[in-house]
Nanobody
Framework: EVQLVESGGGLVQPGGSLRLSCAASGFSFSSYPMSWVRQAPGKGLEWVSCISSNDDSTVYTDSLKGRFTISRDGAKNTVYLEMNSLRIEDTAVYYC??????????????WGQGTQVTVSS
């Protein structure tokens, strides 16, 4: 059974940091590019970032460059999203997803259940 389980969300003040984790199982994690996608209240899905499966190259949506960092640990089958200088507008449910592959340009094959991030004073 394929599973993507996110964790690490919560309530944080503006300017704070959070580190999201996504533990993968049931598929060949090392073969899949992995992405983070978010959905703010009342809005559609927004792609955040992707990390490749072969060379760990990363891409980000332009508005988040410099604040968010994606990484992966093959030994733990886990992908991370380090979020710094958080803003109120970063409030959203954050999903991890496995891209269909072989690059970050493909759509998503597997999704996690999401973790809530709330940025508020």
């Amino acid at each position: 059974e394929v599973q993507l389980v996110e964790s690490g969300g919560g309530l944080v003040q503006p300017g704070g940091s959070l580190r999201l984790s996504c533990a993968a199982s049931g598929f060949s994690f090392s073969s899949y590019p992995m992405s983070w996608v978010r959905q703010a209240p009342g809005k559609g899905l927004e792609w955040v970032s992707c990390i490749s499966s072969n060379d760990d190259s990363t891409v980000y949506t332009d508005s988040l460059k410099g604040r968010f960092t994606i990484s992966r640990d093959g030994a733990k089958n886990t992908v991370y999203l380090e979020m710094n200088s958080l803003r109120i507008e970063d409030t959203a449910v954050y999903y991890c997803a496995a891209n269909e592959g072989p690059t970050c340009l493909q759509g998503f094959e597997y999704w996690g259940q999401g973790t809530q991030v709330t940025v508020s004073s």
